[in-house]
């Protein structure tokens, strides 16, 4: 069973950062393609960060590319977001997903399993 859990959500100053985090078994690291999506009320879920198996490859939504970063930590199992930068319209309830492609993108409907959610508010 394939479990996602985030966390580093929270609310934060226009320009600032945070580092969201997203933790799973052994077993989802190795074998799963793992992103970062995002979610307004009202709006559809959109891929902000993918990042292959064993992390050789990443792929980025133009609107967040020189701003976010996707990295993962083996030793942990953990897969992060560091967002900097941050704008008004990042303001966004974020989620991890795994796919079982070995190269997922950033299209949500190739993501079988996501975590629950965890809220970014960005003020003004």
């Known amino acids: 069973q394939v479990q996602l859990v985030e966390s580093g959500g929270g609310s934060v100053q226009a320009g600032g950062s945070l580092r969201l985090s997203c933790t799973a078994s052994l077993y989802t690291f190795s074998n799963y393609c793992l992103a970062w999506f995002r979610q307004a009320p009202g709006e559809e879920r959109e891929g902000v960060a993918v990042i292959t198996r064993g992390g050789g490859s990443t792929l980025y939504a133009d609107s967040v590319m020189g701003r976010f970063t996707i990295s993962e930590d083996n030793a942990n199992h953990t897969l992060y977001l560091q967002m900097n930068s941050l704008k008004l319209e990042d303001t966004c309830m974020y989620y991890c997903?795994?796919?079982?492609?070995?190269?997922?993108?950033?299209?949500?409907?190739?993501?079988?399993?996501w975590g629950q959610g965890t809220q970014v508010t960005v003020s003004s």
């Open positions: 997903a795994a796919s079982s492609s070995w190269w997922g993108g950033l299209e949500a409907a190739r993501y079988s399993y």
